[in-house]
């Protein structure tokens, strides 16, 4: 608040004894949390002039500040300063101004910095600049980084191995992270069930069930939900219902009770892949387990029963929710509505979630959308759309490329060419796609042309469908 330095001074100048580094510290680390820096300037200043000169505490307090806000360069300023004041930084200052460019992206800041420590880094300090790395996927520095700590006698420990395998995984790169695993012991590590559940969620992302199965079953340690939950998914994923059945009784065998997330698992797998009567069946025995339903089972129910056109279905078990529908819930139910082309009760449903206070977002409005231009319904399509501001909702991409849509499939080539030319936002090449295909399906080949030419002027990439009508353009010696 302003104000705050005067009202500290005043305190510390009514002091029956003269102020310590202590006190001024305490006062500085108030101004620095309200981030009122200038003020923190004028105490260090203040501080010099009743000599009482600032610690590596007083440095450590404002450089800290400055990392978490961002004002990388004021925190090295201050850096520099502390010489003056007799102060050495100590290895938890370095660290936390590595950690800070790395987060910034400013990695090689981050490693020079590291380089020119006047005290030894530990582990720390390189953990914050292999994590920046990780992040710029300089995979090669990653490694010479980590040849370099060791000759420096600093050991990676499990910290150092857990944010390198979760970066590898993140980026793909599940066979480079296991190699990663495989190199700990060398290094007197233990990898925890945290690593492995990182392998097997990203053996099980990448389809790879049969890996993530593998490397469940050959842990050292003890799995937990978390790493079945992980390999359950892969199995869903793959419909490999009676090898998913098999790991649940393994779960039980092995006293790794299921959860909601376990269920909800396997009720959205089901549900996805159209099993609706077998979701619904796993839903009634959560209770047997002491696991209650939560909105996220709901939803998914809900929406498998919508995909199936199972609209009563999924309104009655909508209206006997026992938790507070959310948005997902209701866009499910619209969905279904939308299937069975009740206009109306889809109407009067996103009425009744602005007054549920949950009021409909861009999805819901471009389910709508996109059902009523499937139906051929373009102007009540537009009428929605004119709604959406009164929601506080704003069109997005995927609005404007039904609507574009919708009126090149009906024909209406002049209204697609409006839409596609007053778009709040950048069309894409499935709008401009969808613009050509009616109007080379109209042979109105100039504009057509017009078209990519406005596609390739606005630096839009054309696909594959793009190419395939440009393709119906270019043709010697047409009339256009």
């Given at each position: 608040r302003s104000g705050r330095l005067a009202d500290a001074l005043a305190l510390i100048a009514s002091m029956p004894v003269a102020p310590d580094t202590y006190t001024y510290n305490t006062v500085l680390m108030g101004l620095c949390g309200a981030r009122q820096w200038e003020d923190a300037e004028e105490l260090m200043a203040e501080m010099v002039r009743n000599h009482c000169p600032p610690n590596e505490v007083t440095f450590a307090t404002q450089i800290r500040a400055f990392c978490q806000n961002g004002l990388l360069d004021r925190?090295?300023?201050?850096?520099?300063?502390?010489?003056?004041?007799?102060?050495?930084?100590?290895?938890?200052?370095?660290?936390?101004?590595?950690?800070?460019?790395?987060?910034?992206?400013?990695?090689?800041?981050?490693?020079?910095?590291?380089?020119?420590?006047?005290?030894?880094?530990?582990?720390?300090?390189?953990?914050?600049?292999?994590?920046?790395?990780?992040?710029?996927?300089?995979?090669?520095?990653?490694?010479?980084?980590?040849?370099?700590?060791?000759?420096?006698?600093?050991?990676?420990?499990?910290?150092?191995?857990?944010?390198?395998?979760?970066?590898?995984?993140?980026?793909?790169?599940?066979?480079?992270?296991?190699?990663?695993?495989?190199?700990?012991?060398?290094?007197?590590?233990r990898p925890d069930v945290v690593i492995y559940n990182t392998l097997i969620y990203s053996f099980s992302e990448q389809g790879r069930v049969e890996d993530a199965l593998k490397l469940l079953n050959s842990m050292p340690c003890s799995p937990d939900v978390i790493s079945f939950n992980a390999a359950l998914k892969g199995l869903c994923r793959a419909e490999r219902w009676d090898d998913a059945e098999e790991l649940i009784g393994q779960m039980l065998r092995e006293d790794c009770p299921l959860i909601e997330m376990t269920f909800n698992i396997l009720i959205d797998s089901l549900c996805q892949s159209g099993r609706v009567n077998y979701a619904i069946e796993v839903f009634e025995q959560m209770p047997n387990f002491g696991c209650t339903p939560d909105i996220v089972t709901y939803s998914s129910l809900i929406n498998g029963l919508s995909e199936q056109g199972l609209v009563e279905s999924a309104i009655e078990l909508f209206q006997s929710m026992p938790c507070k529908p959310d948005i997902f819930g209701y866009n499910a139910v619209l969905?279904?509505?939308?299937?069975?082309?009740?206009?109306?009760?889809?109407?009067?449903?996103?009425?009744?979630?602005?007054?549920?206070?949950?009021?409909?977002?861009?999805?819901?409005?471009?389910?709508?959308?996109?059902?009523l231009c499937q139906k051929g319904l373009v102007d009540r399509a537009i009428e929605v759309f004119e709604q959406m501001p009164k929601y506080g909702s704003t069109p997005d991409i995927f609005t404007y490329n039904a609507l574009i849509n919708g009126f090149s499939e009906q024909g209406r080539l002049d209204d697609a060419r409006k839409i596609l030319s007053t778009m709040s936002c950048k069309p894409d090449a499935v709008s401009y796609n969808s613009a050509l295909k009616g109007l080379c399906r109209a042979e109105r080949w100039k504009e057509a042309e017009e078209v990519v030419a406005e596609m390739l002027r606005k630096k839009c990439p054309p696909n594959e469908v793009t190419f395939k009508y440009a393709n119906r353009l270019f043709v010697p010696n047409r009339v256009t």
């Open positions: 925190a090295v300023q201050l850096l520099d300063r502390m010489p003056r004041y007799g102060c050495t930084p100590d290895v938890v200052i370095y660290s936390t101004l590595v950690n800070g460019f790395s987060e910034q992206g400013r990695v090689d800041d981050a490693i020079e910095l590291l380089n020119g420590m006047l005290c030894k880094p530990n582990t720390v300090c390189y953990n914050a600049a292999l994590k920046g790395l990780c992040i710029a996927q300089r995979w090669e520095d990653v490694g010479e980084l980590i040849v370099g700590m060791v000759k420096k006698d600093c050991l990676p420990n499990e910290a150092t191995f857990s944010m390198l395998t979760s970066c590898l995984c993140q980026n793909g790169l599940v066979d480079c992270a296991v190699e990663v695993l495989e190199q700990m012991h060398k290094y007197g590590c969905k279904g509505l939308c299937k069975a082309a009740r206009w109306e009760d889809a109407g009067e449903l996103i009425s009744k979630m602005a007054r549920k206070d949950c009021p409909p977002n861009e999805i819901t409005f471009n389910i709508l959308i996109n059902s």
